[in-house]
């Protein structure tokens, strides 16, 4: 039995990043990516390093010696991870509880609600150029 030709062609949701944060989301140094806006979406999500790199020093300073070379790939997919969860920031206190996992500064935090989407099982995956877009955004599976 053949199967239909959409199995061949399926399609994943993708989030981009900056860099270095694409790079340690996906070496699984990073386990919480917070945003503005919260997400009902779970599952396996690529993660896209965007064209443009965060270019703040605190960014930077996250990164081990061994990451720095991931750190630099941009304009494409570098890794997957499970999004498990969406969580709303309410405090500062909160925010900062939860630095080891998002690694942002405490300054980053402004009210009075940020979100934490929580990633775990994270792999690196060979460089794949692709345009990024705002939010999660559709990549086809097809080579």
């Known amino acids: 039995m053949t199967k239909p030709a959409e199995a061949h062609n399926q399609c994943v949701y993708a989030i981009s990043l900056k860099q270095p ?10 386990t919480i990516e ?8 779970r599952g396996r999500v690529l993660i896209h390093a965007s064209r ?6 605190e960014a ?8 720095a070379a991931s750190a630099q790939l941009v304009g494409g997919i570098v890794g997957a991870a499970e999004l498990t969860g969406c969580f ?24 009075p609600v940020v979100y934490g989407f929580t990633f775990a099982n994270a792999i690196v995956l060979p460089f794949r150029s692709f345009p990024g877009w705002m939010r999660f955004f559709p990549v086809s599976t097809e080579a």
């Open 60 to 67: 930077w300073n996250q990164v081990p010696p061994e990451l």
């Open 52 to 57: 443009v790199s965060d270019d703040r020093p």
């Open 21 to 30: 944060w694409a790079a340690l989301l996906a070496h699984g140094r990073k």
């Open 88 to 111: 709303a920031y309410r405090t500062l206190t909160g925010f900062t509880a939860d630095q080891p996992r998002h690694l942002n500064d405490p300054s980053w935090f402004q009210g």
């Open 34 to 41: 917070v945003r503005r806006w919260p997400t009902a979406r």
